[in-house]
């Protein structure tokens, strides 16, 4: 059901070869807001609440978005 996510028209789809949710291109966002648009998105759409992995992966992701997503207290 994941993939159906574009129908909410929010830029958000569904990476079906990665299993992950994904955004359209960042150009305007911070990468913690797209973050948090997805998992809004997500929850809003599917009513899937989406968690933080309490050892997450990052890659090319900015220590200022890193922080921001690990304090948020929604997650």
């Excluded at 569904?14 to 948090?36: I, M, P, V, Y």
Aim: aromatic fraction near 14%; charged fraction near 25%; include cysteine.
């Amino acid at each position: 059901m994941y993939q159906y996510i574009y129908r909410e028209a929010a830029g958000v789809y569904w990476d079906q070869e990665n299993h992950g949710f994904k955004s359209t291109e960042l150009k305007d966002w911070s990468c913690a807001r797209w973050f948090f648009h997805i998992v809004d998105a997500v929850k809003s759409g599917l009513g899937v609440e989406l968690k933080l992995s309490n050892a997450p992966v990052w890659q090319n992701i900015p220590e200022q978005d890193k922080t921001e997503i690990i304090n948020d207290k929604n997650i």
